[in-house]
């Protein structure tokens, strides 16, 4: 009993310095970059097709340029234009770019077209210039109906742009 005491007596006289706790301190720090952005500068326009009695489509490339196949005939006259896009950024950094998957659809009252196989000027990623910006265009298929009903046919799509 005496050596309990006696123990007991010498843990509750030690010093203090078996109740310290070493600490060290770490810096934190992190790079921050301008938010990306993006900004529809042209929209895409297809300008005046006349639908045939058989199916067709009329593919824009991103660089404004028309063709077409089957029952579906570019016709001269209105604007004829691919999508044009302007990103702005974070100076030399890549970014991706996210196009529709699906098909878009363009109404005239109660009748409708679809936009498919959507294509951009630089791909699915770009680099910003050394003055943090970049432009590019997108084209994409219409797929003309047989005896699609004349109209004017619109309809939104969605490009997304992220850093890599």
């Known amino acids: 009993m005496k050596n309990s005491l006696i123990l007991a007596t010498l843990l509750l006289a030690a010093p203090a310095a078996f109740a310290q706790s070493p600490t060290a301190t770490a810096q934190a720090s992190v790079i921050l970059y301008k938010a990306i952005t993006l900004s529809k500068t042209t929209d895409m326009n297809f300008g005046v097709v006349a639908a045939g009695t058989t199916s067709g489509t ?7 340029a028309r063709t077409n196949a089957g029952g579906a005939t570019p016709l001269s006259g209105g604007t004829v234009a691919a999508a044009a896009f ?10 991706a770019i996210t196009l529709p998957a699906s098909s878009v659809t363009l109404t ?8 498919t196989g959507f294509t951009s000027s630089i791909g699915a990623t770009g680099t910003l210039s050394s003055g ?9 298929t219409l797929n003309v109906g ?10 939104n799509f ?7």
């Open 58 to 64: 009329v593919t824009l490339s991103a660089a404004g």
């Open 86 to 95: 302007a990103a702005d950024g974070q100076a030399n950094q890549t970014y």
């Open 108 to 115: 005239s009252g109660s009748d409708t077209m679809t936009l």
């Open 132 to 140: 943090g910006t970049q432009s590019f265009s997108v084209g994409s």
């Open 146 to 155: 047989a005896n699609q009903a004349a109209g004017t046919y619109t309809g």
């Open 158 to 164: 969605s490009v997304m742009v992220a850093y890599n």
